[in-house]
């Protein structure tokens, strides 16, 4: 016979409810699923408490708890000894994974918190990882007897063990990847393994090089360097790389001639936080340094990026906003940024001669930059018949292999700039 009461919402609707949360972009948090778990188990069962534990060093470590509003018996982070616990005997099978009253029990008896507590009903099945391991016990539990209890609630439960255990290998080997990505980043920062390349902007109606994009590439095969950026935004080094490339572009700055200027990337994160002040104090005169806001990253507060790049654009930093026409975060970062600078995404220049679309999307941007006095660049053209097409539509700043590949600064103390038609 079930236990379930009436007014308890469906525990597979709930269920459906975590996975799906597991599964969206916007809440992967196995704590959130875990938690939902423990508390349809608690509802449907009718217990006081229900919990997570976690076999660490020869205690049991409570990791998530539910409990009945009234009710404070476990709290997460608590822990005992393991040989004091019911946890250990379930898993060496000396005690029963269901336990209708925990006093009808001799061997439960000997455990003391079975009269300090005391313990009723008492449910509680081995959480084991895809290797066997066994993490801990999924657990419920009341101080109450509950007779009703069957193999259908043990089934239940042994059921959403096997759903949490999933969920928390998961989550550990997330983190361990996280970790190793985090202190390989590092690394490659310490040790000196990320090298800068630069790349000419180039002014075609001048016929000379008015500034470089500061770009890096990393001595050893590890990642790509746009995943290699996109991984260390995922787990907040972003900031960091940028900064570090940044500080190491500046050092190149002497070497340019009058008029150049050094392009920087900067991601949203690192534009929110002090440390790009912090970069660039000690320097009054910022004319030569363009910030290129990157395209991919999600701003939430337009204001507190636009109060930190103030004082810098004050000092004559002026501001660029990174892939246009390639989404949506572009086209808000310039309609609230207010940049100096638009740069066209790649997306938008390649094949652009045979495109309508894109040449209407382009035109229609060189437009509007001429109304609001924005400089606009078009990044990654590659072929005259490119170049052509976008002259025509007034663009006269180009980036891209037809001009250069990114190569070391010293590469272009002899270079010669190709001749445009």
């Known amino acids: 016979m ?3 009461p009436h007014n308890v919402q469906d525990p597979a609707k709930r269920l459906g409810s975590a996975i799906d949360s597991v599964l969206s972009e916007k809440e992967s948090s196995a704590d959130f699923v875990l938690k939902h778990l423990l508390a349809s188990v608690k509802e449907r069962m009718d217990f006081e408490v229900s919990f997570i534990s976690e ?13 009945k509003a009234d009710v404070d018996i476990v709290s997460v982070g608590a822990s ?3 040989d004091e616990s019911y946890c250990k005997r379930i898993v060496d099978g000396t005690l029963p994974e269901l336990i209708c009253n925990a006093q009808d029990n001799l061997l439960a008896l000997q455990i003391e918190a079975t009269r300090a507590v005391p313990v009723g009903s008492h449910v509680s099945v081995p959480l084991k990882f895809s290797d066997g391991r066994v993490f801990g016990t999924f657990c419920g539990f009341s101080r109450v007897p509950n007779y009703s209890l069957c193999d259908k609630d043990l089934g239940f439960m042994r059921v959403f063990a096997d759903i949490a255990a999933i969920v928390i ?10 970790q190793t990505l985090h202190e390989q980043i590092r690394a490659l920062v310490h040790n000196k393994k990320i090298d800068l390349n630069f790349q000419p902007i180039f002014d075609v109606k001048a016929g000379r090089t008015v500034g470089y994009e500061c770009l890096c590439r990393t001595r050893v095969h590890f990642l790509p360097i746009e995943k290699l950026f996109q991984q260390a ?11 570090h490339i940044i500080a190491k572009g500046l050092e190149y ?3 340019f001639e009058r008029g150049q200027y050094l392009s920087c990337n900067v991601s949203p994160g690192l534009a929110c936080t002090g440390e790009l002040a912090h970069i660039f104090s000690g320097i009054d005169d910022l004319s030569n340094l363009v910030l290129e806001i990157t395209e991919h990253d999600v701003v939430r507060d337009y204001s507190a990026i636009g109060a930190i790049l103030a004082p810098l654009r004050d000092r004559g930093a002026r501001l660029a906003v990174d892939d246009a026409g390639a989404g949506y975060a572009s086209l808000r970062h310039i309609l609230l940024l207010k940049p100096d600078i638009i740069k066209l995404d790649i997306s ?4 652009i001669d045979r495109d309508s679309d894109k040449q209407a999307l382009a035109s229609a941007l060189v437009e509007f930059s001429h109304r609001c006095q924005y400089q606009l660049i078009a990044e990654g053209v590659e ?9 025509h539509l007034g663009v006269t700043l180009i980036q891209g292999y037809l001009i250069s590949k990114p190569y070391p600064f010293a590469y272009f103390s002899t270079w010669d700039a190709p001749v445009l038609d």
């Open 2 to 4: 079930s236990s379930v």
């Open 55 to 67: 076999f660490v060093d020869g205690h049991r470590v409570f990791r998530y708890v539910e409990s």
């Open 80 to 82: 005992n000894p393991l």
């Open 169 to 178: 290998e998961q989550s550990r080997d997330e983190e361990l990847r996280r």
């Open 233 to 243: 935004t995922a787990i907040g080094l972003g900031g960091f790389l940028d900064s």
């Open 253 to 255: 700055l002497r070497q």
């Open 348 to 351: 938008l220049i390649r094949n």
């Open 383 to 391: 072929t005259r018949e490119e170049l052509r097409t976008l002259r």
